[in-house]
């Protein structure tokens, strides 16, 4: 094993790689930095804000629960950010990101709209932040019924 100059000299470069401490130790404190935000960003979900994965069309007779006004049911199977849709009438539906606004995690669908696991941001099925931790409105797609093929195109950015 090669002796380190620092190992000796406090401060003093390594005799065979010419690293001072100084610098050793500014890298090794940026590394550690760089690991803790990376590790910071993989709490905040799946995606982040963002709420990509592109177009969906939703199948209606695959949600049963679709088939009543108020009903809401998370239908992006996995494919892409988490998305809600909502029936609002017999002909209507909204479409809304299930990212919570404050940090980004997934929220949940509860009895009269949607709730954050992660610090409580309560939402209305529109979107609106009604209680918990404050938020902002969630993110809104189009939503396009279509009635014949009982499907709804939901236009998400890619
Ligand atoms: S991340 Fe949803 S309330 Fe904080």
């Given amino acids: 094993m090669t002796a380190h100059a620092e190992d000796r000299v406090p401060g003093a470069a390594c005799a065979s790689c010419g690293v ?6 500014s890298a090794a404190t940026l590394a550690a930095v760089a690991a803790v935000l990376d590790g910071c960003s ?9 709420a990509g994965g592109g177009t969906i069309t939703v199948k209606l007779s695959s949600y049963p629960v ?3 006004v108020g009903g809401v049911a998370r239908v ?3 494919n892409g950010s988490p998305t809600a849709l909502v029936r609002t009438s017999s002909s209507t539906f909204t479409a809304l990101s299930m990212i919570c606004t404050h940090q980004g995690f997934t929220i949940d669908i509860a009895g009269s709209g949607f709730i954050c696991p992660n610090h409580g941001a ?3 099925k529109t979107g609106a932040w009604i209680g918990g931790q404050p938020a902002s409105q969630l993110q809104g797609f ?3 019924y279509d009635a014949t093929a009982g499907t709804v195109v939901i236009a998400r950015p890619s």
């Fill in 122 to 124: 309560q939402y209305s």
């Fill in 20 to 25: 001072s401490r100084r610098t050793f130790l």
């Fill in 42 to 50: 993989q709490l905040t979900g799946p995606s982040g804000f963002g």
């Fill in 76 to 78: 992006d199977g996995g």
């Fill in 142 to 144: 189009a939503a396009t």
């Fill in 66 to 68: 679709l088939a009543n």
